[in-house]
């Protein structure tokens, strides 16, 4: 099993891999098989290469998401539960919210699911 | 479905009756088939009768329990995920840690799953 060190380091190379705008880093930290479900009641996507496509298309909408963890971040055995604080520019403006994500991992502290907590009705402007 | 407002009012009222010690209105909260894993990788409790046993068991250890949401406060679907502070008296001292639960619900808004993000590393004396 992972340690929660290795996982502790997944979830921050997460968020640092997001905000860097650099899609192979952040791609690399999920299992082949992962699974996402982002947010909660959309469409599961299966497998790493249809993540790479919720990628993109995120990034269709929005060029530049900055994801800061802000807390709390849990890890317990092969899981993580972490809430984090979005800014995501659209057009000339920037929207935000606060967002927790829930994550297992793989024995090499992959990411095997994950599945978002936030709604677009939680999305404010940012003055 | 029950509604976000319904959730949200479930999730606050599980707060409220924690730290009021109401084990009548905390238990009426939950679904008569509902289970618990408190925490991550722990037995899971199954129905109304075996969730009572745990809070008796939790409070064979600690006889008062302070929990106060701290965000984020998320609810999407019929699940909700959410911090808190919980604070526990251990003798004459008080234990503190930064939780998330994340529960999902029945059509009534009652609990039917509750799963809580935590360790005992996590818990820190409060001077």
Redesign the interface.
Known sequence: MATTDQIRSTVEAYAKAMTANDREAWLGLFAETATVED???SDVRVGRESVGEFWDFVHSLTPQIDMEIT??L????H?????FTLTASVGDAKMRS???D?MTFDDDARIRTMRA???MA?MQPVD
Chains 1, 2 share one sequence.
């Open positions: 947010p909660i009641g807390g709390p849990k890890v317990v055995e899981e993580a539960a972490f809430g606060q967002i927790i829930v907590y936030w709604t939680d």
